[in-house]
């Protein structure tokens, strides 16, 4: 992968002040409660910056960054999961997905979103509107991943997720994403929270719990104001007790390489690698959709590869 500079010496200076990302994994309400509360300043900058996102699609995708690195939180070593949205909104798709380790990745399928009139708030439903997620995972104790899918019924990522956990595998959640802005446009904090009933959960705790989710002020200003995880779960959470179990890593990461795309060139079939390299065009340019990283071939590069590989029959 490729990472872009941020490109604003202020920014950097404030994510040198604040906590470092990371998901804090805990219990409450007497273990009847299992959550995770995400700091995400660094992941959804660094998204911005490779993506080459404005204000609204930072907003959109950080809330999918977030909301699919918290659902990672209970995956065995080398498992995934990918959050996959199908909607009628201008936004027409996304697709996210985290591995076990905290690796984070993915994108819009329109990554400059029209808007034809002043926004006068954040409400992001308009831009989504109606549609279908699909929750995938890939386990290792399974051979071939299970999805999940249920249609979206508020058009947006923390109350649809929530609901797709209700839908979908009967269990009472709730989510909270925010992203922060300062006047300037600069994401200056990020942050989410998930919570779940576990089986035979207290239901007076879930009730608690979920109203203390919705009273929560702003995460994101919360992380911009350089409050840790813990103390948000102290501060807000008190009374239920909450207990940091594990923590884990929250980075905007992928695996791609220009190696990885000589590799996909090669395997092509061989008179198209043939026409590419007597047409072209040149320079090649070959980007990830998954974390805007581009690779370029020139047209000796090309030809290298098509003279390397043994013919195909």
Not at 51 to 56: D, P, R
Not at 62 to 69: D, E, L, W
Not at 114 to 143: A, C, M, N, Q, W
Not at 187 to 206: D, I, S, Y
């Amino acid at each position: 992968m490729q990472r872009q500079a941020l490109d604003n010496p202020d920014l950097e200076e404030h994510l040198k002040r604040i906590s470092d990302d990371g998901i804090d994994v805990f219990v409450a309400g007497e273990q009847s409660v299992r959550g995770a509360l995400l700091h995400g300043t660094e992941l959804v900058n660094a998204m911005r910056a490779n993506h080459q996102l404005g204000i609204l699609e930072t907003l959109i995708l950080g809330h999918s960054y977030m909301a699919v690195g918290l659902m990672s939180t209970d995956l065995k070593e080398h498992g995934r999961v990918s959050i996959s949205i199908d909607c009628s909104g201008p936004v027409d798709g996304i697709q996210v997905e985290a591995t076990a380790r905290g690796e984070i990745r993915g994108y819009l399928r329109n990554n400059v979103i029209p808007v034809d009139h002043e926004l006068e708030s954040f409400d992001i439903s308009p831009f989504i509107g109606t549609g279908i997620i699909s929750v995938t995972r890939y386990l290792e104790s399974r051979k071939q991943p299970f999805t999940g899918q249920v249609l979206m019924e508020h058009g947006t990522i923390a109350k649809d997720m929530a609901n797709y956990y209700l839908q979908s595998e009967q269990t009472p959640s709730a989510f909270n994403l925010s992203v922060q802005f300062d006047s300037s446009g600069a994401v200056v904090g990020a942050g989410g929270l998930f919570a779940q009933g576990l089986p035979e959960a207290n239901k007076t705790n879930l009730g608690r719990m979920e109203d203390r989710i919705r009273a929560l002020p702003s995460l994101g200003q919360a992380f911009a104001d350089r409050r840790t995880g813990a103390e948000i779960l102290r501060t807000h959470f008190h009374d239920l007790k909450p207990e940091i179990i594990g923590t884990r890593k929250a980075e905007f990461f992928c695996h791609c390489s220009k190696e990885r795309f000589a590799r996909f060139m090669a395997a092509l079939p061989e008179h198209e690698l043939e026409d590419m390299k007597v047409n072209g065009p040149f320079p090649l340019r070959t980007t990830c959709h998954n974390c805007g990283s581009t690779y370029v071939f020139d047209r000796d590069e090309v030809a290298e590869l098509a003279e390397r590989m043994p013919t195909r029959r």
